[in-house]
């Protein structure tokens, strides 16, 4: 296994020496850009560089691993305002407080890894969905509207949907509204505790330590426990987004909503 790493480590560098003149004349100009932008074997190279250095934590297919709490990096592009640049910083200094490492790469082996992440990364709806955008406003606000925010309006126990249709693909939405606890983000993990006066308290965890948990009940209301008072704390695998299954929400009702969340409305 260390020999084969090794390799790839080795295969990697010398493919590195194809890139480095492009990467020069680039830099000059800044780094905001990806000076490999466009360019294939960029994504391939780097691709090999993630097995080697990264699939360890964040998985062979960059989808993360749970167990050790390393995030999904096909998502990362899809927060408002994110930037290669941003994720080249992360990459080269690593994230202190955390095991995320920091890198001494040269910075083109790191553009190949930030092609790569780019090039796994998920995009948004494919093409213009055809339902009714205000019939789809209209079951959103009688279904969603208290958990999730659209264009500055609704709760925030779930996460705001307002560029979701540029973030997500159709399927992927349509899967999160029919099986919501088949992938639960890592900022609404599901928990329940039973506090001193046998008072339950069911939300999202919005942080936690060895001593205390806040947690965002399903209320809405935040509430902050120290562990060793309460009786009961159990880590749910059930989300807490409801199950919408055919008879609650059927096909075409779907649809209208997806062209809602595509729409400008
Ligand atoms: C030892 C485990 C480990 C290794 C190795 C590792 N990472 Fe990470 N990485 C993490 C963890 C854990 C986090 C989340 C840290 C946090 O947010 O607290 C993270 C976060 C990140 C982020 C930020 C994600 C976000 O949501 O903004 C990026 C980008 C990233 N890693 C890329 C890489 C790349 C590329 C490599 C290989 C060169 C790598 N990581 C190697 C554990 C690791
Ligand atoms: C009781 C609160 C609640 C209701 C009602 C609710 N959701 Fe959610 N939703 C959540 C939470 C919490 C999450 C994040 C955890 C998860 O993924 O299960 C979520 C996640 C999602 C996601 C995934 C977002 C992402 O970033 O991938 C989508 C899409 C979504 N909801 C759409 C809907 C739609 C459409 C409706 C109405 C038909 C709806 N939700 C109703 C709480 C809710």
Redo the contacts with the bound molecule.
């Keep these: 296994m260390k020999d084969l790493i090794n390799t790839l480590g080795l295969c990697s560098r010398i493919l590195v020496l194809f890139f480095l003149p492009l990467v020069g004349f680039h830099s000059s100009f800044g780094q905001e850009l990806n000076p490999l932008e466009g360019d294939p074997r960029a994504a391939r190279v780097g691709g090999s560089?993630?097995r080697a250095?990264?699939a360890?934590?964040?998985g062979a297919d960059a989808m993360g691993i749970d167990s050790?709490?390393?995030?999904?990096?096909t998502?990362?592009f899809t927060?408002p305002g994110?930037s290669e640049q941003?994720?080249f910083q992360?990459?080269r200094e690593?994230?202190p407080?955390?095991?995320?490492?920091p890198?001494a790469?040269p910075e083109a082996e790191?553009w190949m890894?930030v092609s790569y992440?780019r090039s796994v990364g998920v995009s948004g709806f494919t093409g213009q969905i055809q339902g009714d955008p205000d019939r789809g406003m209209f079951l959103f606000s009688e279904n969603c509207e208290t958990c999730h925010r659209m264009n500055g309006q609704g709760g925030s126990l779930g996460p705001n949907l307002s560029m979701i249709a540029a973030v997500r693909s159709e399927d992927a939405i349509i899967n999160s509204i029919r099986d919501p606890s088949a992938i639960i983000g890592r900022q609404y993990k599901p928990v329940s505790v039973l506090a001193e006066g046998n008072v339950r308290f069911r939300g999202i965890i919005k942080s936690e330590d060895a001593f205390s948990i806040q947690v965002l009940g399903t209320n809405q209301v935040l509430r902050g426990f120290r562990k060793s008072t309460l009786q009961e704390l159990v880590y749910e695998d059930q989300s807490v987004m409801t199950t919408f299954n055919e008879s609650a929400l059927n096909g075409r009702d779907l649809t209208d909503i997806l062209s809602y969340l595509q729409s400008n409305l």
């Design positions: 560089i993630f250095q990264c360890t934590c964040h050790i709490d390393a995030p999904d990096l998502q990362i927060r994110s941003d994720v992360t990459i690593g994230i407080g955390s095991i995320m490492p890198h790469f790191i890894l992440l």
